[in-house]
């Protein structure tokens, strides 16, 4: 089953500090999605990558295609920044004839405090 | 900008009861998503529709239906709801013709409550 793990589940951190969070996939896929979800439950798309990296701001998301795994950086955290972080996956073959599915994962908790 | 809107942030209902979560978008999209999202299992996808009147099952449609007579609204019915189907329902649009990348926007998102 094609699946997408992300780590930490959980990360705390104090203002200002480098953040790092962790998505590995187990096949091979078209496309890779960072998502952010704050309380309430709202939904909205940082990023979409099928290789090497991009940045917005203080965010910076890579995506290593032979290792099979992405990461999400923030650099000088803010506590604006404390959300739920999830990854999401379009498998290959790349569909174009109907909707493009996502898999996610379970998502990482980030606290950022003063 | 997109905006994809839910019929209600938060609903309550008794077990048993016909339970429709309508879903509007205003992009003129193609594809439309309804999902759960409970906690540790991430977001589910329960069906899906890439046009009018067509849909398709997703990983997790078992207790639930959809309907979509047009383009802008997708409705998720639960028939005779559970509570295992207490959860928040998170619709979704995309456009095949946005890109590779098919970038969903999502809604606010529906805490469902079954008791």
């Known amino acids: 089953k094609n699946e997408v793990e992300q780590s930490p589940q959980n990360l705390t951190a104090q203002e200002g500090e480098f953040i790092t969070i962790n998505c590995s996939y187990s096949?091979?896929?078209?496309?890779l999605h960072w998502l952010q979800q704050h309380p309430g439950g709202g939904i909205v798309s940082l990023f979409m990558?099928?290789?090497g990296k991009k940045k917005h701001g203080r965010l910076i998301a890579t995506i290593n295609i032979q290792e099979k795994h992405s990461s999400l950086h923030i650099t000088a955290s803010h506590p604006r920044d404390s959300a739920v972080y999830i990854c999401?996956?379009?498998?290959?073959?790349?569909?174009?004839?109907?909707?493009?599915?996502?898999?996610f994962g379970t998502g990482t908790r980030l606290q950022v405090t003063l | 900008d997109v905006k994809v809107t839910q019929s209600s942030r938060y609903l309550v209902k008794r077990t048993g009861e016909k339970v429709f979560l309508e879903c509007v978008q205003d992009?003129?999209?193609?594809?439309m998503f309804w999902y759960r999202q409970d906690p540790g299992l991430g977001l589910r996808l329960i069906y899906f529709?890439?046009?009018?009147?067509?849909?398709e099952k997703g990983d997790i449609p078992e207790g639930y239906s959809v309907s979509r007579e047009k383009k802008e609204r997708f409705s998720l019915i639960l028939e005779s709801a559970s509570t295992n189907q207490t959860s928040m329902y998170l619709c979704?649009?995309?456009?095949?013709?946005?890109?590779?990348?098919?970038?969903?926007?999502f809604g606010p998102g529906t805490r469902l409550t079954v008791l």
């Open positions: 990558l099928s290789s």
């Open positions: 979704a649009s995309s456009s095949p013709s946005g890109g590779k990348y098919n970038e969903q926007f």
């Open positions: 096949v091979g896929i078209s496309a």
């Open positions: 999401a996956v379009r498998w290959f073959p790349f569909d174009t004839g109907t909707a493009s599915k996502l898999t």
């Open positions: 529709s890439y046009d009018v009147k067509m849909k």
């Open positions: 992009m003129d999209h193609e594809n």
